[in-house]
């Protein structure tokens, strides 16, 4: 029998995964150009090099066993390097 492509399942775990990554994009431009649609968020925590360093690790964990994703632990690694305090 002959294949009749992909499934509606992968279709859309396919669409989702491109949304998903348009949503990333479009956050990364507006960062980079400074302007943030949320004008009221605090500014970024600031934290001992050790403790932020502790989450990386437990993050990398999290990315080893398959919980998270590249895409997901790369935003939330840039998140954390940047609440690093430097003395």
Excluded: C, N, W, Y
């Excluded at 669409?15 to 507006?30: D, W």
């Excluded at 400074?34 to 964990?61: F, K, S, Y």
């Amino acid at each position: 029998m002959a294949s009749r492509g992909t499934s509606f399942g992968k279709r859309e775990r396919d669409r989702a995964k491109k949304e998903k990554q348009t949503i990333k994009a479009e956050r990364r431009v507006e960062r980079a150009a400074g302007t943030d649609e949320d004008d009221d968020t605090p500014a970024p925590l600031t934290r001992p090099m050790e403790e932020v360093l502790a989450d990386v690790e437990a993050l990398h964990i999290q990315l080893d066993e398959g919980l998270i994703d590249a895409e997901d632990f790369a935003d939330k690694r840039e998140e954390l390097m940047a609440q690093i305090k430097v003395d």
